[in-house]
């Protein structure tokens, strides 16, 4: 990576640290043009970099932090056991900061079912966005529950088609597969090591 990019990088970090932008191309954009430059990092770089000034600010009350939104997460995945439930983002991966939130991915064609058993067990709804159509007379896209857990962890649990289960999607952060984890892995996880990172090095990121 040049310097230029390096910058770019460190800049772009920041500027999603501090919540100045919310996507990951808008911030390498403005960082760019903030410095003048004109290479840009890959979404790997700027999220390595995200990943030091967190650690930096945060130190060990992000470790914890972690430890609570992944158990929070299991709580309501337990919740939605019958939807195939996985956790996915920042919380899976253990880089999770501050402003993250818990994103979890369900399946099933019910996505009235699964609101209705989220509130069912005390979370706080929010919103709902549809992002679902249909596409050669199958139902595609999804639909997103954005919600609130006690005592303060933000949600989003993602619903998609059922017969989505199993579909091999690519991270266009780390470019590797995204795996998440299930209800029985994520237990493992935090009965073993509760702080377990899932970050691909370098080297094995898909191109």
């Known amino acids: 990576m040049s310097s230029d990019a390096h910058e770019v990088a460190k800049q772009a970090a920041y500027l999603l640290y501090s919540g100045a932008a919310s996507e990951y191309i808008q911030a390498k954009k403005q960082a760019a043009a903030e410095l003048d430059a004109r290479a840009l990092p890959s979404n790997f770089d700027v999220a390595m970099e995200l990943d ?19 158990t929070a997460a299991f709580e309501t995945m337990q919740v939605l056991e019958n939807r195939y439930p996985k956790l996915i983002g920042s919380v899976w991966r253990g880089t999770a900061n501050a402003s993250s939130d818990i994103d979890i991915v369900v399946y099933s064609d019910n996505s ?10 005390g979370v706080e709804i929010l919103r709902v966005v549809d992002e679902s159509f249909e596409e050669s007379g199958e139902k595609s896209g999804s639909i997103h529950i954005h919600a609130i857990l006690k005592p303060s962890w933000n949600l989003e649990v993602i619903v998609r088609p059922f017969v989505e289960l199993g579909k091999t ?5 780390f470019g590797d597969q995204k795996r998440g984890l299930g209800l029985r892995e994520l237990g493992k996880v935090l009965a073993e090591a509760p702080e377990k990172r899932f970050v691909p090095a370098r080297r094995t990121r898909r191109r």
């Open 52 to 70: 030091s000034i967190a650690e930096e600010l945060e130190g060990w009350s992000r470790r914890e932090r972690l430890v609570a939104l992944r």
């Open 112 to 121: 009235e079912a699964v609101l209705l058993e989220l509130a069912g067990s």
């Open 169 to 173: 999607e690519f991270c266009d952060i």
